[in-house]
């Protein structure tokens, strides 16, 4: 029996970030007319979280430029937006949520776009450190701003290597800070890519003023007087008035885990975004779903899953079921370089490197597991990107020695093996 | 302001005016169905494609190079192709007619 959309039919979204907004006027695109109600416990109108780290805090922009959706965007779809509310539990037996107020929402559809919070250490004496930051939300990026206009020396400490610590690094270069990164890795980026590429951010950022440090695994903190102090297990110090914190996330399972649902690396969900209440789908960042091109269960930070699962979801509820069958890409801007990924990187054996002639650097990285392509990385080359993500979605073969011969045009008729 | 027409891919045509910012911010706001601009407006996901007018490339110039290679094995692509995060609203674009491109 087809199930009867009726207009007091209500879907209750937990997490107003590009999951649940994404997912909200997808619903309504895909032609569901009941209530749409997203909670989110950020009060600021929700807004693209990658340039946070990026142009936005080094830009000093309001955030009204990096919104999602406006605000009439909004009221046309009749999308109604609780800010600033946090949603303390889930109550399945009576579909409803509860809301820290104690308020009752029902719901005849419930997502979870619940995403991740930054992971703060416990590391001996970080409670003592007055300026210590993560970079998440707007009002992180406010928080970073203003202790950087008031602070006396302008220097700043950002522990971990990842994405997130190097773009907000480069961004508070250009800000006018003197910048230290401390990796715990021997390499930056060792998580996510090839040496090669490692080298060729650890290099930009020495280039452009930023001291980056590996194999520094910071064992405590000590603020004395006004001056933050971070001590390392090799027994080297740092000194800085602004410490941020970048050492990846936990996800947000609380909700999911305490009503019961099926929890693994992330909410487990199906092709469908389900999880395992058919009235309850997961998207984005919090979930643990399965990937068909690479066959197995991942756990994705990328606003690309966020959105392309919110669609998903849509329309598996709109009886109009699609499957989740994406590559996973990324993006990172630092300096005048432009990153961009496609594919995951995970249990290659071989990696190439294209070089284009270019005054900038322009190149790509391409991760194979011996003739399978798994992953691209390029550097100010969409060109390259863009190829990658063909080659990789009609698992393609492709002839190795003519890839990393720039003289021979990049074109997919020149590189293919019939 | 400048007066700008989306033609979507259902060839419903909507006219919006903006002052500032990107195409693709303003057709996001006004909810113009085929431009998503999933990345913010960076030149990284290509889901603010759109054709301009042939009559009107001289008002918004051509593609730049990123654009040019985000869209290399996009079918629906031509030499008309830009990606309207890229294309800045001043009051020269009034009267502008885009095409929304079918997305991949």
């Known amino acids: 029996m087809s199930e009867n959309l009726s207009n007091d039919r209500t879907c209750v979204v937990i997490g107003a970030s590009h999951g649940g907004v994404n997912f909200a006027f997808s619903l309504r695109k895909a032609g569901w007319e009941g209530n749409i109600i997203l909670f989110d416990k950020d009060p600021v109108l929700p807004y693209h979280r990658p340039p946070l780290s990026k142009g936005y805090l080094a830009n000093k922009d309001a955030i009204e430029k990096n919104f999602l959706k406006s605000v009439e965007s909004y ?253 996973p890409w990324f993006w990172s801007d630092q300096y005048d370089i432009k990153l961009q990924m496609v594919g995951l990187s995970t249990g290659y054996n071989k990696v190439l490197i294209r070089n284009e002639e270019s005054e900038n650097p322009k190149f790509s990285i391409w991760y194979f597991k011996d003739d399978t392509l798994l992953a691209v990385d390029a550097v100010n080359n969409a060109k390259a990107y863009v190829l990658g993500t063909k080659f990789i979605k009609g698992n393609k073969k492709i002839d190795q020695s003519k890839l990393i011969d720039s003289t021979i045009d990049f074109k997919p008729a020149n590189l293919l093996i019939e | 302001m400048a007066k700008i027409t989306f033609v979507t891919t259902d060839n419903e045509s909507i006219i919006l005016e903006g002052a500032s910012g990107s195409i693709m911010q303003l057709a996001v706001d006004n909810g113009v169905s085929g431009i998503d601009g999933d990345c913010g407006g960076v030149c990284s996901c290509a889901t603010c494609h759109v054709h301009v007018a042939p009559e009107h490339v001289e008002k918004t110039g051509e593609a730049s190079e990123i654009e040019t290679d985000m869209l290399e094995l996009n079918d629906h692509a031509n030499e008309y192709s830009r990606l309207c995060c890229q294309i800045e609203i001043t009051d020269a674009l009034d009267g502008l007619v885009l095409q929304v491109a079918e997305s991949e």
């Open chain 1, 75 to 327: 009221e046309k779809e009749n999308i109604v937006l609780k800010l600033g509310v946090t949603v303390t539990s889930i109550n399945r037996s009576e579909n409803s949520v509860i809301l820290k107020d104690g308020s009752v929402q029902v719901y005849d559809k419930l997502i979870l776009a619940t995403g991740a919070r930054p992971i703060i250490p416990s590391i001996k004496g970080i409670e003592t450190i007055s300026n210590l930051y993560s970079l998440r939300t707007a009002e992180d990026v406010e928080n970073i701003r203003n202790a950087l206009t008031i602070s006396q020396h302008k220097s700043v400490v950002v522990i971990g290597g990842g994405y997130i610590g190097l773009e907000v690094a480069a961004s508070l270069q250009k800000m006018g800070a003197s910048v230290t990164v401390l990796e715990r890795e021997q390499r930056i980026l060792a998580r996510v890519t090839a040496p090669e590429m490692s080298t060729f951010f650890k290099e930009l950022h020495a280039k452009n003023g930023v001291d980056v440090q590996t194999d520094k695994n910071v064992i405590s903190f000590n603020a004395k007087e006004g001056v933050n102090t971070i001590i390392c297990s090799d027994g080297s110090s740092f000194e800085a008035d602004i410490v941020i914190v970048g050492v990846g996330i936990h996800v947000n399972l609380e909700l999911a885990k305490n009503a019961g649902l099926e929890i693994e690396n992330g909410i487990r969900v199906d092709a469908t975004a389900q999880t395992n209440d058919k009235d309850i789908y997961a998207i984005g960042d919090c979930t643990f779903h399965h990937n068909p091109h690479y066959d197995r269960f991942i756990r994705l930070e990328s606003v690309q899953n966020a959105v392309d699962q919110a669609k998903v979801a849509a329309a598996a509820i709109c009886g109009k079921p699609l499957v989740y069958d994406t590559l």
